[in-house]
């Protein structure tokens, strides 16, 4: 028999029992539509944030840190003299030319993050916990995401802040980012901060006053700076650093770290810099092609003993729990297939029963076993293509109304990205395939029956 | 005229249980090209069997079965359904049309085995269903049809692809005796234009039409 006559009369034969033919359909489509949009919320999911760090060149980046022992995610405390933290190495400027020398890179960002120093942000009556100071010079190679003003550049001097996006909403400018622009708030800094724009001398008359004495409480008189914002970043923005983050000037964040205290008997004052002392929290290092990252980042360790990772080897790792999901809910589609795959074998054995004296009348007219064998294994099939069709419709109509869901929440997030769920070919074809394949092998054995029925018997047959 | 159908000490055996039925006995018996042979006998003496037998849908227990030359019961199932496809059209006592195909797609059904085109389907159905007189019934459902058109729509069906032998078996034990005379009339012309044709059947009136009688009695032949 010709191919299409097999398609042609499977064809028939499923529109002949129409409501038993749906609802064998129907419970494919349950099955290939739930794989489909499982895998399809998970591959766009990983797709997405896939993206969103190529777009930003953060599989170029490398992170370099004091610790040894790091994580990639830019929340590396660093090390300082204070912390029990064992194994840091200083990152010292001498370091970080050796390291912009390396073959592949191409330019090195220094990071210093102000450990303890501040922890009030004030605005008018408004008292926001200070979360994390911090300062780079961005070289090209970090970019913030700007939703307002302008980001800090490497002319600018102390006095002037950025704040992320959270910062902003807490403040009550949520949706009114330019009206904060150039608004001053106060720094307010922690009992014993001695940095820059600190009275070394009050706070060291206090401390040689009260604090000498276990009893008394010993709380120096704070710091408050002023500091004008210029820039609004978004907290989102993922290569940005925490949601709550006051980003300054490497200028100021040096000042910052100085140590003042006045000597006494002599009077004298002290000035340590911390900076010199623990070197840069921080350095994020760009090379020149995504594929040289994990190398780079390997020589790193082992020239410097500097702790390093790469973006790629670490994103592709968190992604990896997406592998996982996407396999467990795959897994329980599949298993609505199974149960299918049992009902087209019901359907199939049902309508071969109904049909065993016609059987006989193909095989009286000339129909060989195979070509009966074929016939029904080709119904079986096209029930299953039928259902993984309809199912990935289905699926891609899912899509149609969940990507407008899904654009609005990315868009009260600051992200521009739109439809982000999206089934790709492969995904569509698998489904299909794999749909018509479960419908084969669910024919097989009834076709095989259909097959083997004696002639005369079948013709016989009431 | 040759030899067509050759049978040489056929024996179809039943097995129920511990009983042996020999439902056809050491048969032999020639039929020739173009002749019109009817197989009569009582109920229950074989006749279906030899039909079956003849027609390639069973297989003898022993003895031989050859037709234009080649053995039927050591053929394998896809030469021997080959057989039944385009040397054989079987017209049955109680039909055995689709019930939800038209006329038109009841004829056509042998040709989807012996891959005749679309269109050439089309044409031969149509063909086959004009000479057997139902040329303004192609389109109509068994349903729609009386028991003499719907034996007419068979007969078409057995023609489809131009059998050297048409087989019938008890063809008008469905029909009244003036529609029985309609489809043996219609069997003859089939006949007349140099096919083979077997009827098997109770009716003398139409055996004695025939160029020769079988009777069957308890799966022997006696020949006349
Ligand atoms: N599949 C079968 N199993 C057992 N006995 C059968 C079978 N087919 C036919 N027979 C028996 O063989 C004998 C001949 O049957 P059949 O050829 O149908 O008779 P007829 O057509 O002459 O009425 C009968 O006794 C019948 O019961
Ligand atoms: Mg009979």
Request: aromatic share 6%; net charge positive.
């Amino acid at each position: 028999m010709r191919f299409l006559d097999y398609i042609f009369l499977a064809l028939r034969n499923i529109s002949r029992q129409k409501l038993r033919s749906a609802l064998t359909i129907f419970a494919i489509v349950i099955g290939s539509t739930s794989v489909a949009i499982m895998l399809t919320i998970v591959f766009s999911a990983k797709n997405f944030i896939n993206s969103q760090f190529e777009k930003n060149g953060t599989f170029q980046q490398i992170e370099v840190s004091p610790q040894q022992s790091i994580q990639w995610g830019r929340n590396n405390q660093g090390c300082n003299s204070q912390s029990s933290v064992t194994g840091c190495v200083n990152i010292t400027d001498s370091i970080v030319n050796k390291i912009s020398k390396l073959p592949h890179v191409i330019g090195v960002t220094k990071e210093i993050a102000v450990q303890g120093a501040f922890d009030g942000l004030f605005y008018g009556h408004k008292k926001l916990q200070v979360m994390q100071v911090l300062a780079y010079d961005a070289n090209g190679i970090v970019t913030s995401s700007m939703l307002a003003g302008r980001d800090i550049r490497p002319s600018d001097g102390p006095g002037v802040i950025t704040i992320t996006s959270d910062y902003a909403n807490a403040l009550g400018f949520k949706n009114n980012y330019s009206k904060l622009i150039g608004q001053t708030v106060i720094l307010h800094s922690t009992a014993f901060y001695s940095g820059v724009g600190s009275n070394p001398v009050a706070q060291s008359q206090y401390i040689q006053q009260f604090c000498n004495n276990s009893t008394n409480q010993c709380s120096p008189p704070a710091t408050e700076l002023k500091a004008k914002i210029i820039g609004i970043s978004n907290s989102n923005s993922p290569i940005g650093p925490g949601r709550y983050t006051i980003r300054v000037p490497m200028s100021w964040a040096t000042g910052m770290e100085e140590q003042q205290s006045v000597q006494y008997p002599s009077s004298q004052l002290k000035v340590t810099n911390l900076l010199t002392q623990n070197g840069y929290s921080q350095l994020i290092v760009k090379v020149d092609n995504a594929s040289n990252a994990a190398n780079v980042a390997q020589t790193i360790r082992k020239d410097f003993g500097v702790g390093a990772a790469d973006a790629e080897t670490a994103i592709k790792q968190q992604l990896s729990i997406f592998n996982i999901i996407g396999y467990i809910l795959g897994g329980i589609g599949g298993i609505a297939l199974v149960v299918a795959a049992v009902g087209v074998v019901n359907t199939m054995i049902m309508s071969i029963l109904e049909r065993t004296r016609e059987i006989g009348v193909m095989r009286a007219v000339g129909a060989r076993r195979s070509t009966i064998n074929r016939l029904f294994t080709f119904e079986a099939s096209l029930l299953g293509l039928l259902g993984g069709a309809l199912g990935v419709l289905l699926c891609y109509l899912l899509t149609l109304a969940g990507n407008p869901l899904i654009n609005n929440q990315l868009k009260g997030n600051n992200i521009s990205s739109q439809n982000i769920l999206a089934m790709p070919t492969w995904l569509i074809l698998s489904v299909i395939i794999g749909t018509t394949v479960i419908g084969l092998l669910a024919g097989l054995y009834p076709a095989r029956r259909a097959a083997r029925l004696d002639p005369v018997e079948a013709l016989r047959f009431e | 005229m040759p030899e067509l159908i050759k049978i040489t000490s056929l024996t179809k055996t039943y097995k129920l249980g511990d009983e042996i039925l020999n439902a056809l006995d050491n048969v032999t018996l020639n039929i020739r090209a173009g002749e019109f042979v009817a197989i009569t006998g009582p109920s229950g003496s074989g006749k279906s069997t030899l039909a079956n037998i003849i027609s390639g849908l069973d297989r003898p227990t022993k003895g031989s079965i050859i037709v234009d030359g080649s053995d039927l019961s050591k053929m394998k199932d896809r030469k021997l359904s080959d057989y039944r496809n385009k040397n054989l059209g079987y017209v049955f006592q109680s039909f055995n049309l689709q019930g939800n195909q038209t006329a038109l797609e009841n004829v056509m059904m042998p040709m989807y085995f012996s891959r005749v085109g679309h269109k050439d389907r089309h044409k031969r159905a149509r063909e086959c269903l004009e000479s057997v007189g139902l040329g303004d019934r192609i389109n109509h459902k068994p349903g729609q049809l009386s028991g003499g058109q719907r034996q007419r729509v068979a007969i078409a069906r057995a023609l489809a692809l131009n059998p050297k032998i048409i087989i019938a078996d008890e063809p008008t034990g469905n029909l009244d005796s003036v529609k029985g005379q309609e489809i043996l009339s219609v069997l003859k012309d089939l006949n007349e234009q140099g096919i083979t044709l077997i009827i098997i059947t109770h009716d003398q009136t139409i055996a004695r039409e025939a160029s020769r009688i079988i009777k069957i009695h308890d799966g022997k032949v006696r020949l006349r």
